[in-house]
């Protein structure tokens, strides 16, 4: 997995590109970023499928702030990113939340 930041020293927020490589996007046909910035809603930040089987979205996040996410891919496996900023316990079950932190 990818994480890469935009910071916009002008903008109160940055710009973040959140990428599932190839290797793990070719099993996939769907993909969805999902997290606290968007209330854990698995239909509203859907990820564009790429030629390489790889997949990307970009979001703005405020900067100065901690965002809880993983991926949902196919509707049903969640894939948490290895270039996250740290892990929190899910309260579901035995998982964790990805965390990436904007400053």
């Known amino acids: 997995m990818a994480i890469e930041r935009t910071i916009l020293k002008t903008k109160p927020y940055c710009k973040v590109t959140f990428t599932i490589p190839k290797e793990q996007g070719k099993d996939f046909k769907t993909a969805f970023l999902v997290g606290d910035f968007n209330l854990w809603n698995t239909k509203t930040h859907k990820m564009k499928k790429k030629r390489d089987n ?23 496996v969640w894939l948490n ?15 964790e939340n990805c965390v990436i932190v904007i400053e």
């Open 54 to 76: 790889s997949f990307s979205i970009v979001l703005e996040l405020e900067r100065g702030r901690e965002y809880q996410f993983r991926y949902l891919a196919d509707e049903e």
């Open 81 to 95: 990113d290895s270039e996250a900023d740290k892990y929190v316990p899910s309260p579901y079950g035995d998982s």
